[in-house]
């Protein structure tokens, strides 16, 4: 029976991350928050996990090659916030923590939306369900 789902990307300076994160409102969890070999973010109310390791951690036990997130896309991690203005809110601080904007905030087919990337170019988007 599966319990939990994890995330799991590479990063090139896990404090840049940290900050980055924490800057643009997420939180971390405690148990990894002066760590310098992972970071775990929290993500909504059913706390989901997306972990934070520096590059050689997680090639050392994803025994692959990385992507170079930079360049190429393997995932967009998606999630949603309460409000339309809490979209707005986010692509002001993506921007002033060091990250980009790849689209919007703007409205698509009864989503509003935001795609942006991290310092290390994994890409997010944060949406609004407009009928909620």
């Known amino acids: 029976m599966i319990n939990e789902l994890w995330i799991n990307l590479p990063v090139s300076d896990i ?4 900050a980055f994160f924490k800057a643009i409102g997420f939180s971390l969890h405690p148990s990894h928050a002066e760590s310098s070999e992972m970071v775990g973010l929290v993500i ?5 996990m997306v972990m934070l390791f520096p590059d050689s951690t997680f090639k050392s036990f994803a ?3 990385i992507t170079d997130a930079q360049t190429t896309t393997e995932v967009l991690i998606s999630f949603d916030v309460e409000k339309r203005e809490d979209v707005d809110e986010l692509a002001l601080k993506v921007v002033d923590a060091g990250g980009r904007t790849f689209g919007g905030p703007a409205e698509r087919e009864g989503i509003y939306g935001l795609g942006f990337i991290d310092p290390d170019g994994h890409r997010w988007n944060a949406i609004h369900i407009n009928s909620r």
């Open 15 to 18: 404090d840049r991350s940290k």
């Open 63 to 65: 025994n692959h090659e």
């Open 44 to 48: 909504g109310v059913r706390k989901t």
